[in-house]
């Protein structure tokens, strides 16, 4: 199996969220090559999901009560196949603290803002965005693209 890190800053939106959706719609597709974790370049470990966040998947059937946001470690990089980052600068902050992993860094094919603080519009939109990077992203591992 292979394991997919999204990226984002505090880990307690959008990446908690990429990796909820990810794994969602792997389980549709009935594919088990793949999963999905997250983690965050400034967060503070142990941190739960955010409120918006979490309503937006539980509007999709989903829930990240579980969640617990962790920091970007070199053990973490270590362990996953391939890292996407939600926003470019996120990609720049990994490859230039671990640059032994910059070959497995990318980003979706546009930056995801950030929704904290922001109202259930405002999530609902991240999600929306997500899904449909994500769905591209997932054609592209099957694809062996990556």
């Known amino acids: 199996m ?3 890190l999204f990226v984002c800053t505090g880990n307690t939106c959008r ?3 990429a990796a909820c959706l990810f794994n969602a719609f792997c389980e549709r597709q009935g ?4 999963r999905a974790i997250s ?3 400034q ?14 998947m539980k509007r999709r059937g989903l829930s990240l009560w ?7 470690s070199s053990q973490l990089l270590e362990s996953v196949a391939l890292i996407v980052c939600m926003s470019p600068a996120h990609a720049e902050a990994l490859r230039q603290h671990f640059p032994p ?11 995801i803002p950030d929704p904290f603080g922001g109202d259930d519009a405002v999530y609902e939109q991240t999600a929306c965005t997500l899904e449909a990077e994500i769905a591209a992203l997932y054609h592209l591992l099957s694809a062996g693209t990556f």
Do not use: C, N, Y
Not at 31 to 34: A, E, G, I, L, Y
Not at 101 to 111: A, D, G, L, V
């Open 31 to 34: 594919d088990h090559r793949f």
């Open 15 to 17: 990446s908690p969220m």
């Open 66 to 72: 579980w969640h617990r946001a962790q920091p970007v």
């Open 43 to 56: 967060a503070f470990p142990g941190d739960p999901a955010s409120e918006g966040a979490l309503r937006a």
């Open 39 to 41: 983690a965050g370049v």
């Open 101 to 111: 992993f910059s070959e497995r860094i990318r980003t979706f094919s546009q930056p």
């Open 2 to 4: 292979k394991t997919v």
